[in-house]
T-cell receptor
Framework: QKEVEQDPGPLSVPEGAIVSLNCTYS??????FMWYRQYSRKGPELLMY????GNKEDGRFTAQVDKSSKYISLFIRDSQPSDSATYLC??????????FGAGTILRVKS | DTAVSQTPKYLVTQMGNDKSIKCEQN?????MYWYKQDSKKFLKIMFS???????INETVPNRFSPKSPDKAHLNLHINSLELGDSAVYFC????????????FGSGTRLTVV
C-alpha cells in the first residue's frame, strides 16, 4: 500500500466552482499535513499546512484533516483559472522527510 | 533574485556520460535537498544536507553523489548516466531539518538518450 494516495485526475471544473481534492494516507505516525501546489514546469510551492484534525482556512482555501480515518481534503472556493495546477498531498512524520503523493491535476475552465 | 536556483534547466546527454547539476539558495536556509520526480510525477527524496552535513541518504545508486561546499550550495553529480535516470530533479531548501515549508527550485529536466 502506498503511503499517500490521491486520485490523479484530471479534475475539470468551471470557473467559480467549489473544488474538493482528497487524499488518504496509511501511516498513523504522520503528524503534519501539507498541501503543495505545482504549476507545469515549476517546483512545488507550499500552499497550506495543518497539524491537528479539523479545519484550517486561508482565503479561498480550506484544509481538512481527519486523523481517525487518515483522510485529508483541500477545498477551493470560487475557483479561478489560475488555480489550474497539480495539488500534492504531503504528510510528514517526526524527522525531516516529507512524503509526497503523486498529486491531483486540477483544470479550471473560464 | 530567485530564491532557489538550479542550473541547467534542461540537460540532454548520452548514456554513460557524467554530468552535474548545481543548486544555490539565497534564503539563508540551513537545510538543502535533492528530489527526483519520475514520469509518474512522484517526488522522492534522494539526499538532504543540514549545514553541509549529509543527514538523509535514501536508497540511491552510488553513481549519484551530492556535494555541499557550503550551506548555500548543494550540487548533484551523476556518473555513468543510464536511461532510467531521465527525470526532473528538484533542489529544495528549508530553515532547518524539522521544517515542512520547503522552497523548491524550478527543476532540471534530465533526458538520457
Amino acid at each position: 500500500q502506498k503511503e499517500v494516495e490521491q486520485d490523479p485526475g484530471p479534475l475539470s471544473v468551471p470557473e467559480g466552482a467549489i473544488v474538493s481534492l482528497n487524499c488518504t494516507y496509511s501511516n498513523s505516525a504522520f503528524q503534519y499535513f501539507m498541501w503543495y501546489r505545482q504549476y507545469s514546469r515549476k517546483g512545488p510551492e507550499l500552499l497550506m499546512y495543518t497539524y491537528s484534525s479539523g479545519n484550517k482556512e486561508d482565503g479561498r482555501f480550506t484544509a481538512q484533516v481527519d486523523k481517525s480515518s487518515k483522510y485529508i481534503s483541500l477545498f477551493i472556493r470560487d475557483s479561478q483559472p489560475s488555480d489550474s495546477a497539480t495539488y500534492l498531498c504531503v504528510p510528514k512524520g517526526f524527522g525531516n522527510k516529507l512524503v509526497f503523493g503523486a498529486g491531483t491535476i486540477l483544470r479550471v475552465k473560464s | 533574485d530567485t530564491a532557489v536556483s538550479q542550473t541547467p534547466k534542461y540537460l540532454v546527454t548520452q548514456m554513460g556520460n557524467d554530468k552535474s547539476i548545481k543548486c544555490e539558495q539565497n534564503l539563508g536556509h540551513d537545510t538543502m535537498y535533492w528530489y527526483k520526480q519520475d514520469s509518474k510525477k512522484f517526488l522522492k527524496i534522494m539526499f538532504s544536507y543540514n549545514n553541509k552535513e549529509l543527514i538523509i541518504n535514501e536508497t540511491v545508486p552510488n553513481r549519484f553523489s551530492p556535494k555541499s561546499p557550503d550551506k548555500a550550495h548543494l550540487n548533484l553529480h551523476i556518473n555513468s548516466l543510464e536511461l532510467g535516470d531521465s527525470a526532473v530533479y528538484f533542489c529544495a531548501s528549508s530553515h532547518n531539518d524539522r521544517e515542512y515549508g520547503y522552497t523548491f527550485g524550478s527543476g532540471t529536466r534530465l533526458t538520457v538518450v
